[in-house]
Structure formats: C-alpha cells, structure tokens
C-alpha cells in the first residue's frame, strides 16, 4: 500500500478540535490539582508547624507528591496523544501494514512511557508496590527494595509473605471483603521483615486494580511511621507519668484530657469524674469565669499563673498554671498547659513569713543594736535600733566593709577581729561613737562568733549597748563621792585653821593697841587684815562643806552670792578673770536652802569661768541682782564665746554636753533647773547681744516663803 493517501489525506476538523478541548481540559485539571494541593499544605501550615515530631512535613509532602503527578500526568497525557494519532493513522489505513518505522516508533513512545513510570515511582520516598490477591508482588519501587534489602529481581513473581517474620497485622478499619467491595483501604500495618530487628509501622493507602470489572489486585502506597509511633509512645509515657498535672482543655475550660497526675492532685478517681465536670467545677473562688479557660484571649501565646483550684473534698489547692493556645484557621481551638501543685511551697513561704515578721519584731523591740559581719568584714545585718542610738539607717552600713563605715572607732574593728579569728570566743569593749546630730556616745559592744548549719565560723555577732548615761551617772556619783570626802576635808581643815587664827587675831589687837610707831602700826594693820581674810575663807568652806540642814530658813542672797565668789576667787584671779559684783544690800530674803543655791552660783562660775579660760586670755563675770513685785533675779553674764543657736534649747537637757569626753558629765545646768524649780523658781539662758551667754535665775518672795514656812 501506498502511504500517500494517508498523509495528504485532510485532518478532521472535527476531531482536531475535540483534541484541542481535551488538551485544554487536562490542563485544567492538572492546574487546579497543583493549587488545591497548595491550599490544603498553606491552610494545615499554622496547625502543624508548632506540633512535635516534624509533622510540618506532610503539607511540604503533599504539595511536592501533586507537582510531581501533574509532571506525570502531563508527560502521559503527551504520549497517550501521540499514541492516538499514530493509531488513527492506523485506522485510516485499514488493511495497510504499518511500517517497520512506525512499529518502532510505537515500541520506543511504550518503552518511553514504561520507563517515565518506573522513574516516577522510584522517585518516592513512600514505599509503592503493586500486588495480587494472592500475595504475589506485581511490581515494587525502589524504596522497597531499599527496606527489604532485597533486589528488585528477586522480589517481584515472589509472595509478600516470604519476607515477613509475621503475618501483617492491621489497625485500620474493614477486611478484605470490605476492600473488595469498596475497592479501597487506609490504616496502619504493623510489618515485622525476616532480616529486620524490631516491628516496623506504615501508613498505608490501598487501592483495587482493576482489569474489566474484576479486581486483579491492589496499589498500596505505604509511609513509615515508625518513628512517629515511637515518638507518640514516648510522649504518652511521659504524659502518663509526669509528676505534674498535665491538661487539654476547651477555650471554655472543659477539660479535654488529664494525666493521671492531675487526677490524683485534685482527689478524684478518674478521670471521667473530671470529664464530667463543668467548666467553672474546679473554681476555689466565686469568680464565674472557668479557672482553666480563656474564652476572652484570641492568642496563643504562653500564659504563666497561680491559681486556687477546688479539690473534690473542698479543700484548697494552689498550682502554678502554664498553658498554651492551640490555634486552628486564625482561632483557639484547645489549651494545653501543666499545673505544678505550690499549695504546700506557699504554706511553708507564708510560716517563713511569719517568722521572719517575727524575729524581726524581736529584734526591733531588742534594745540593743545588732551588728552581723561575715568573714570578709563586711555588715549582713544591721537592726533598725541604730536610728535611735547614732541617727542614721542600717542601709548606711549594708554592705560595707567594718573600716570603710563612717567614724568607726578602732576598739570595734578590734573586737571584730579578734573574735573573727578565733582568739576569743566571746569579747567585749567600751568606745566611742559619734551621732548624726555631732555628739558623741559610749558605747558597750559584746561579739561572739555565728556559726553555719555545719557549725563553721561563719561571721560575728555584736551587740551594742548605749551605756552614755550609766558612765555618766558613775562619773557623777564619783564626783560626788570625791566633794564629800573634800567637804570632809576641808571641814577637819577649817576646824584645825581656826585655831592658829584666832591666836593671829588676837596677838595683832594686842600688837596694835600697844605699839606706837605708825609704821609698826600700819604693818600690823594689814597683818590683821589678812588674818580676818583668811578667817572668812575658812568660814565659807565650812558652809560650803557643812552638810546641808534639813529643811529651808530665810536666805540673804546678796551675801550667799558674795561667798560663793570668794570662795572660787583663787581660780578666778589665777585665770585672768574679774568678778563684777555689785551688792544690793536692800534685796529681800528668801525662803531656800542656802546649801543648794550655793552649788547652783558656784555652777554657773565654773561653767562661765572653763567658757572664758578656753578661748581668751582673760574676761569678766558680771553678777547683777534685782527686784519686781512677787520676785528677785540674779543674772550672770561672761565676755565668753556664748551659747550657739541649735545648742541653746539642749543646754539644760541632762548629760548634754559641749564639753570635750572627760571635761564635763553634762548634769551641771540639769540640776541647776531642778533645784531652782523645786524653790519655785527658774533659770533661763541666752546669748549677749555682744557675745558671751546670759544665765538668769528668777526666785519668789512672797510665795516661796508662805510655801517653804507651811
């Protein structure tokens, strides 16, 4: 035959375009495979890249599996075209032998196609196999070949069970009767090979072969899922036996799934009694949102809590609450969280708070300072008593080391030291602190050492103690003890004096009555002068030492004034220092004890004298007396330094001082104001306009005399 009829002969232009539509068609289809499948991997992207186990990967899987189909697909539907075009030729050469061309053509166009398809399904990383329904493999992939361990000519014409150790033991739903009349089957496949060493798992898709209408055998695309199944039994374990409540719950609260951890924390049985449960069961307080929900949260993000969850027996319980939003199309669909059981821990911290309030109590009501240093000299601890003992807070030593904190005396360092390295175990030392307000303190520290639970040195412990006032009660009573034994003395001395005296006055009367010479007689003068000088001095220290007489009598002021300034003329004169004292004969007396007054003149002279003598060579004492209805004044005044404005309304508060340590006990002024207020008087001070200070002592007439005479 001829082959030119068939190749002038005219396409159909029918059949041209129905090649056409069908091409279009295949497209299409093809297209709208490839987007579906990139829909279905973006819209399962947000649920499964936050899960464990790399599920992430099925989307990826499923959009690379529909590109390379539709590869396929395509590449078929052109030799399946060709294929048609060269059998059309054939049927419009009926009873026209083809060529050996075309023949060979057709044969290469198959082996072709065969080969594309065998290059498909190796290509897979999923096991694919075709199988009759006797077992018998058909045809397998590379992947099988790979987890047999077998070649692919020694597996296909052999039955599957040759290779098995154990019949497949499947976990999805039907049975072979089933797969014949649905033609199609998905599940799991527990696979146990002769040359493997565990059982293995696949997730397995069947479909029928069918060859007319009779099934001749089945495609099976298996994925291992070993690995996953390991990793999901793992998880389980671990949820089952985790110490910690673990949950998953609704957006509404309603508990999901427990481990059985959770179920013995809240006191139940089961974990269908918690099921049964509605969402706000497990609230401890009145609140009606459900404690374990968020239905007003539209994040996932995690949420750290406490929160107060109701046992089945009422009672409390306190769990740390950590959960996690799940989030499906853009919502929360579930929370999965933990809940660590703190209802003890806060029973303990709340005891801990208690005695920690407490020992802090103890030791602010202590009344000593306490002072804790480490090994390193450094302050740990410091009561809040040292505000009331120097004036300043404990934040002021915190952290520093013993010699870096301000004006810390040597005695203290000293005795940290010593008790620090073990010299003593228990030590103690007077010192000096200074206050914030610039006076100064003696202090009593007592250390010890503080010990770890090991008992190992481990710091000091020093108590301080104000003992201010106890050494200057002692110095006072010492004082007080030296002017008796004086007064004793100079009373025995008086006593002894008056004696030789009376004999010098009275030779100097005879002496001067009998002499004539006027020379003689003006000598003999002056000797009796001086002799009655001395006599009157011995006088006033035998009223300054005569113990004081119970009770008052009337007192002339203006002569008690006079002894006492004779009395302390001695210091004044080898000071540099003038007395002005001008007598008021006419004052009124007074109803006092004469003993007391006495010691408060002679006060306000020494205190005006020790002013004068520590900052100028030489001054003056002033003492003016005066009157008005119902009293009498005295006031003295020296050309002394004066009194400084923030000192003035201290001076007469007992033990306050300006003097240097050991120069004054700071009672002087103090007992002045007693004795003066106990005569119903007063003693006020300020500063002289030109400096200097002004002490004035105010004394009643009418009503101390009426009140000391009752």
């Known amino acids: 035959m001829s082959d030119e009829g068939s190749t002038n002969r005219p396409e159909d232009p029918g059949k041209s375009g129905l ?240 481990n059985p951890a959770l179920v013995a924390m809240l006191g139940y049985s089961s974990k269908d009694e918690l099921f049964s449960l509605p969402p706000e069961g497990l609230n401890a307080d009145s609140d009606p949102e459900p404690v374990l929900g968020r239905t007003g949260s539209h994040s996932g993000s995690t949420r750290t809590r406490e929160v107060r969850l109701k046992r089945k027996d009422g009672s409390l319980a306190v769990c740390v609450d950590s959960s996690t939003g799940v989030m499906d199309a853009g919502r929360i669909v579930r929370y999965q969280g933990t809940l660590v059981d703190v209802t003890e821990k806060r029973a303990m911290e709340r005891q801990l708070r208690r005695q920690e309030e407490f020992r802090r109590h103890l030791l602010e009501s202590f009344p000593d300072l306490i002072l804790v240093l480490d090994l390193q000299e450094q302050y740990t601890f410091v009561s809040a008593r040292i505000r009331d003992l120097l004036g300043y807070g404990p934040e002021q030593l915190m952290g520093k080391k013993i010699e870096e904190a301000k004006d810390t005396s040597s005695e203290l360092v000293n005795l940290y030291r010593t008790v620090a390295n073990g010299k003593n175990a228990l030590a103690s030392c007077e010192y000096g602190a200074q206050h914030q307000d610039g006076s100064w303190r003696t202090m009593l520290g007592m250390a010890s050492p503080l010990l770890d639970a090991e008992g190992r040195r481990a710091g000091v412990i020093i108590s301080v ?113 003038t007395v002005d004292f001008l007598l008021e004969p006419a004052m009124p007396a007074v109803i006092a004890d004469p003993n007391q007054l006495m010691q408060v003149f002679l006060n306000l002279l020494l205190n005006a004298e020790q002013a004068i003598r520590e900052n100028r060579e030489k001054g003056t004492i002033r003492v003016r007396m005066g009157r008005n209805d119902d009293a009498v004044w005295i006031v003295f005044q020296d050309d002394g330094p004066g009194i400084t404005p923030e000192n003035l309304p201290h001076i007469f508060d007992p033990f306050f001082t300006t003097k240097r340590p050991g120069r004054g006990t700071g009672l002087g002024l103090s007992i002045c104001k007693t004795v003066l207020r106990e005569h119903g008087g007063n003693i006020e001070a300020a500063t002289a306009p030109g400096g200097g200070a002004i002490f004035t002592i105010t004394l009643p007439v009418g009503t101390g005399a009426e009140s000391a005479t009752k």
């Not at 899960?51 to 599996?65: D, Q, R, S, T």
């Not at 070649?151 to 014949?180: D, I, N």
């Not at 004999?503 to 001086?530: F, Y």
């Open 465 to 577: 103690r104000d003992i201010t006032v106890e050494k200057k009660l002692e110095q006072q009573i010492i004082q007080s003890e030296r002017l008796a034994a004086m007064g004793q003395m100079i009373g025995g001395f008086a006593h002894e004096l008056n004696n030789p005296l009376t004999s010098i006055l009275g030779m100097a009367d005879l002496l001067q009555e009998s002499e004539t010479s006027e020379s003689a007689r003006k000598q003999i003068g002056i000797l009796h002068q001086q002799a009655r000088r001395a006599a009157e001095i011995v006088q006033n220290l035998q009223f300054f030492a005569r113990p004081p007489a119970p009770g008052r009598s009337q007192v002339n002021l203006s002569e008690l004034i006079q002894r006492t300034v004779h009395l302390q003329a001695y210091p004044l004169r080898k000071s540099n220092i």
């Open 19 to 258: 090649d056409r539509e069908e091409n279009r068609l295949w497209r299409w289809a093809l297209g709208l495979l490839v987007l579906l499948a990139t829909a279905v991997a973006a819209l399962s992207w947000e649920q499964l890249k936050d899960l464990p186990y790399k599920l992430w990967a099925i989307p990826v899987g499923l959009f690379v599996l529909s590109v390379l189909f539709a590869s396929y697909a395509f590449g078929r539907k052109r030799e399946v075209t060709e294929l048609k075009q060269i059998l059309r030729g054939f049927q419009d050469r009926t009873g026209v032998t083809p060529s050996e061309e075309q023949l060979d053509q057709l044969s290469q166009m198959i082996a072709r196609s065969q080969r594309n398809f065998k290059e498909l399904i190796d290509s897979l990383d999923d096991a694919a196999l075709a199988i009759s329904l006797d077992g018998t493999l058909r045809t397998v992939n590379r992947r099988v070949t790979e987890v047999l361990g077998i070649p692919y000519s020694q597996l296909v014409g052999h039955k599957l069970e040759e290779f098995l150790a154990a019949p497949l033991r499947a976990e999805g739903t039907g049975t072979l009767a089933r797969f014949l009349e649905r033609r199609h089957w998905t599940g799991v496949v527990q696979v146990e090979l002769k040359n493997g060493t565990r059982s293995q798992y696949y997730d397995c898709v069947v479909n029928a072969i069918v060859k007319g209408d009779e099934i001749a055998g089945a495609s099976v695309l298996a994925r291992d899922v070993t690995g996953h199944r390991d990793k999901e039994r793992r998880f389980t374990q671990l949820f089952e036996s985790l110490q910690e409540g673990v949950y998953i719950s609704t957006p509404e609260g309603k508990l999901l799934d427990v």
